[in-house]
Nanobody, 126 residues
Framework: QVQMVESGGGLVQAGGSLRLSCAAS????????MGWFRQSPGMEREFVAA???????YYAESVKGRFTFSRDDAKNTVYLQMSDLKPDDTGVYFC????????????????????WGQGTQVTVSA
């Protein structure tokens, strides 16, 4: 059974940094797309970043240049390094993966993903 567990969230001042981790288990993830999303109260879950199985990385425009997505296939873990954080970055951050290897489904869509973690809270104070 595929499981995703996020960690690394917390409270940080604007301009600060956090590093989120997502440990995946249940299979090898090297040929599966993985993504990060976030959700604020009353808002829809929104795309943050994703990595295609090929290694290509995609970012939402709002985080480009500030967030860095990386993956360690040997550890079945992905990371989201977040810098220059802003209050608008506040939310619950989720990692997710797909059920089909070598997928070509558009990565920014939540419907592309089949497995989700429980989320980790990130709060950025002004």
């Amino acid at each position: 059974q595929v499981q995703m567990v996020e960690s690394g969230g917390g409270l940080v001042q604007a301009g600060g940094s956090l590093r989120l981790s997502c440990a995946a288990s249940g299979r090898s993830f090297s040929v599966y797309d993985m993504g990060w999303f976030r959700q604020s109260p009353g808002m829809e879950r929104e795309f943050v970043a994703a990595v295609r199985w090929s290694g290509t990385i995609y970012y939402a425009e709002s985080v480009k240049g500030r967030f860095t997505f990386s993956r360690d296939d040997a550890k079945n873990t992905v990371y989201l390094q977040m810098s220059d954080l802003k209050p608008d970055d506040t939310g619950v951050y989720f990692c997710a993966t797909v059920s089909v290897p070598y997928s070509t489904t558009p990565l920014p869509s939540t419907s592309a993903y089949d497995y989700w973690g429980q989320g980790t809270q990130v709060t950025v104070s002004a």
